[in-house]
């Protein structure tokens, strides 16, 4: 029977080749860190979300161990049954220490949090309100909740309804979601947001989105998944950056960027909500446990980070240095204060070629770096995505920047 549908996704594939959108995989021959290995070569990587240096820290790497020597490696078993460990609670409370919430509940994945939250809280006398380019685990995750929906223009905190420039499509601002949502008398409101946008590495208003649900009533869910470990000036994330801790419901957030980089995710916030959570969430009652060498290196990330500032302080200095000396060069920058930072090649004839030409000359400089086309990001908005960690030294920076230029000069572009 596979036949007919072999053909379909043979010539489905040809096509996404065709239009540059198939998806290459390059393939790393060492473990995750700045220097890898590709093509038996090593490279400088600057496009990994591994943001403090963490995925191959030899202290996390131990904690690993020494967690599948005392605890084993699997627990075959969902956590109400026979999976939760002494340590899968120290982590949920370190968590909640961290983040400084009420309680904390793990998931496999923030991809599973995301798609657990929505559902059992939200129901058809609901709404949920949310950003244009919220991640994709969180539009799944509303899709499965039978609430209202409103979306609301990027970033836009405003009560209005106009043409949106870029689409010709009309669009709301946050504030007129929420007069909205008012008026149709729904029982519970709550915004949901990224906190850091991964393609711009723009940062949500998180004051004016408090704001805003104060004065409606509504709750504030937040995905802290490119900011846990280093945003905010104690690393707790945008809402420390915004001073706005106590004021946020609900947050989920990942293990799998700044926090280690391996796996697992959670939802943090109010204690119902986690209560609720252990009971309802779908992905929690009927997937595995989290395996206890992600529990105790997780745990030991957390303890590394709660004792000092030093790798988000090097990370910010990395970052600001980068940024300023790129700008200084000619590149079109895209400002912020973000680790993630778009290289703009819409300005230039061809950009979108360019964007890949220029990141394919990088890597022969030995430089890993990703160019995003459309449909990825925005006709006219092709860039490179570099992405700063705390592993990175002086003398990678230093590389990098020289190598940017170079090639730069090369292409015409500075
Ligand atoms: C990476 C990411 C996720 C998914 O996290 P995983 O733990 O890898 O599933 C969810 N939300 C946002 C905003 C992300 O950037």
Known sequence: MYGKMKD???????????QKLYKHERIIESAQGAEIIVKGKKVLNFCANNYLGLSSHPELIKAAHESIEDRGYGLSSVRFICGTQDIHKTLEQKVSEFLGTEDTIL????????????????????AIITDAL????????????????????????????EEDQATGKMAKGLERCLKEAKEAGCRF?????????????DIAKLDEICDLAEKYEALVMIDESHSSGFMGKTGRGVHEHFNVMNRIDIITTTFGKALGGA????????????????????????????????????????????????????????TKRFRKEM???????MPGIHPITPIMFGKYPNCSQLAVD????????????????????????????????????????DKAIASFIKVGKELNII
Request: glycine letters at 6%.
């Open 8 to 18: 379909f996704l043979a010539s489905e594939l040809k096509s996404l080749e065709e």
């Open 107 to 126: 998931f496999s994945s923030c991809f599973d949090a995301n798609g657990a939250v929505f559902e059992p809280l939200f129901l058809a006398e609901d």
């Open 134 to 161: 919220n991640h994709a685990s969180i539009i799944d995750g509303i899709r499965l909740a039978k609430a209202q929906r409103w979306i609301y223009k990027h970033g836009d905190m405003r009560d209005v309804e």
């Open 189 to 201: 409101i709550v915004i949901a947001t990224d906190s850091v946008f991964s393609m711009d590495g």
């Open 263 to 318: 796996s697992g995710g959670c939802i943090s916030g109010r204690k119902e909500i986690v209560e609720w959570m252990r009971n309802k969430a779908r992905p929690y009652l009927f997937s595995n446990t989290i395996a206890p060498a992600v529990a105790g290196a997780t745990i030991k990330a957390i303890d590394l980070l709660s004792s000092s500032t030093y790798l988000r302080d090097k990370l910010e200095e990395n």
């Open 327 to 333: 700008t200084e060069a000619g590149f079109d920058i």
């Open 358 to 397: 220029f990141a394919n000359r990088m890597l022969e400089e030995g430089i890993y770096v990703t160019a995003f086309s459309f449909p990825v990001v925005p006709r006219g908005k092709d860039r490179i995505r570099v992405q700063i960690s705390a592993a990175h030294e002086t003398e990678h920076l």
